[in-house]
């Protein structure tokens, strides 16, 4: 089916750092949507974005509804232990029916580095 | 704790078999949507009701089947189980069809030996 562009696959972080992922698509979505996934759990949401070019923080993460409303970018700042997970992106093409469905990316996981 | 609970947590069953998962969606939300999360595929949305009628179909198997009940729960129904349909599967919940911010419960994982 059809995903999402999630960039990075991956990635290590050192505790106190700013962490950066993307999210494109060849298609316009209405809504983008973060969450971000624990071991064993269900994904939580963190942000959802409504409008182009809308900015919306969650405490320290700061997500991003691109202008092209093909794209959107999720930022952590001062990373912390606890913000380790899998982070994936979600949009949704229209409202109602199969429109009003979730699209996810594949996730970026994030690790401490060693 | 997202309110969405699903039962059972581990399953483990042999290929040919049918299985039953179960969702109690949030109280008050009406609408449920099954997902299934596999490594190579990532989440994938597979079916959504919506007060007891189905409203949307993803990409589920003719094998695979669901249903919501009166009272909101449902039930994803998977047969003729195949090693690839080892997975973990998610219900989320919402308050109508429309609403983006769905809150998922903590998944079934099946595995198919």
């Given at each position: 089916g059809q995903q999402l562009n999630q960039s990075p696959q991956s990635m290590f972080i050192q505790e106190g750092e700013d962490v950066s992922m993307n999210c494109t698509s060849s298609s316009i979505f209405n809504t983008w949507l973060w969450y971000k996934q624990d071991p064993g759990e269900g994904p939580v949401l963190l942000i959802a974005l409504y409008k182009a070019g809308e900015l919306t923080s969650n405490g320290r993460l700061t997500a991003q509804f691109g202008i092209t409303r093909k794209d959107s970018f999720l930022n952590i700042s001062a990373?912390?232990?606890?913000?380790?997970g899998i982070y994936f992106c979600a949009g949704q093409r229209?409202?109602?029916?199969?429109?009003g469905n979730l699209i996810f990316g594949k996730g970026t996981k994030l690790s401490v580095k060693p | 704790d997202s309110g969405v609970t699903q039962t059972p947590k581990h399953l483990i069953t042999a290929t040919g078999q049918r299985v039953t998962l179960r969702c109690s969606p949030r109280s008050g939300d009406l609408s449920v949507y099954w997902y299934q999360q596999s490594l190579d595929q990532g989440l994938q949305f597979l079916i959504q009701y919506y007060n007891g009628e189905e409203r949307a179909k993803g990409?589920?198997?003719?094998r695979f089947s669901a249903q919501q009940f009166p009272d909101l729960h449902s039930e994803l129904n998977l047969s003729s189980?195949?090693?690839?349909?080892s997975a973990l599967y998610f219900c989320a919940s919402s308050p109508?069809?429309?609403?983006?911010e769905a809150f998922f419960g903590q998944g079934t994982r099946l595995t198919v030996v």
């Open positions: 990373s912390i232990p606890s913000d380790v229209g409202y109602g029916g199969s429109q | 990409n589920i198997l003719e189980l195949e090693l690839g349909d109508n069809p429309g609403s983006t």
